[in-house]
């Protein structure tokens, strides 16, 4: 391994390549080099224009239960591919499927009889972003179930937050599997799909509380408030912050689950737990860092 010096003039910052590479690969002063940047900060550097585009995946199953295909289309999609088609041996009742999580409400999800394609799915770049988007919607729902409880917008927020979810997943997947596309580094990568994952399953949950529900349902509105206060600002996140936050999950007391209502609640105080869990690992790595 070979160590060299950053030199720098103005904001630039660069270094020069070795001569002997630069002459057996023919690399002049009018030559062009593909620079690659890994998932872990590293960088790649070809002598060659290396142009690295998702591809699209065909696949064919002999599958009739809804729940697997459901499951099959949605890890297709948070993939980095440009596209997919998945075919079936057999048609089947797609009314019953496009009920899974609406499944229909994905952008360019296409079902016709035996055929399942997507063409062009969106990507995101900053997951950070989704995140501070679903904590805003959980707020806002829980704001409706306060009020108006009004079904079918709690319905559409579930979605939205769903949705928010899927699209982490799916730019978390394509800066581990292609190139950062993100400015937050694999650690931050890694807290965020946590975060998200137990964010989904307490709203899972939290959609099953009726409206007189008013006092738990404040509780975990200062919470949710509480928590994005803190994704607004993770640069600033440290172990007294993560305190504060454990201290406030800490004040919903634990239920003694002896009927459905009850048990929602207590799942919904777990998944909040974990949450300060992982919020305080993250303010740790954070306080190592500076």
Request: some cysteine; glycine content about 2%.
């Amino acid at each position: 391994m070979e160590v060299r010096n950053i030199q720098k003039t103005g904001d630039m910052h660069y270094l020069y390549l070795p001569t002997s590479w630069c002459r057996e690969h023919k690399i002049g002063h009018k030559s062009k080099i593909s620079i690659e940047q890994n998932s872990d900060g590293s960088l790649i550097i070809s002598p060659h224009i290396v142009e690295r585009r998702p591809k699209h995946l065909k696949l064919s199953i002999a599958e009739d239960d809804q729940d697997v295909i459901h499951k099959l289309v949605v890890a297709c999609y948070i993939n980095p591919i440009s596209s997919f088609e998945i075919n079936l041996e057999k048609e089947m009742d797609f009314t019953k499927l496009l009920n899974q999580k609406r499944l229909i409400s994905l952008e360019s999800i296409e079902i016709d009889k035996k055929q399942i394609t997507c063409n062009g799915s969106i990507s995101t770049s900053d997951p950070e972003s989704l995140l501070k988007t679903m904590a805003k919607k959980i707020k806002n729902m829980i704001i409706v179930m306060q009020n108006s409880y009004n079904k079918e917008l709690i319905g559409r927020y579930e979605d939205e937050i769903d949705r928010s979810k899927m699209l982490i997943d799916k730019s978390i997947i394509s800066s581990f599997t292609f190139e950062r596309t993100t400015r937050l580094k694999t650690i931050d990568l890694y807290y965020v799909s946590l975060i998200s994952k137990d964010l989904e399953r307490m709203v899972d949950h939290l959609i099953c509380l009726s409206s007189t529900e008013t006092e738990f349902l404040r509780l975990i509105y200062g919470v949710i408030e509480q928590f994005q206060d803190i994704i607004g600002n993770t640069d600033n996140l440290n172990h007294k912050t993560a305190l504060q936050f454990i201290k406030k999950v800490s004040s919903i007391k634990g239920f003694e689950v002896k009927a459905v209502k009850s048990y929602d609640k207590e799942r919904i105080r777990l998944s909040l737990i974990t949450i300060a869990e992982v919020i305080t690992d993250w303010a740790i790595t954070r306080d190592i860092e500076k």
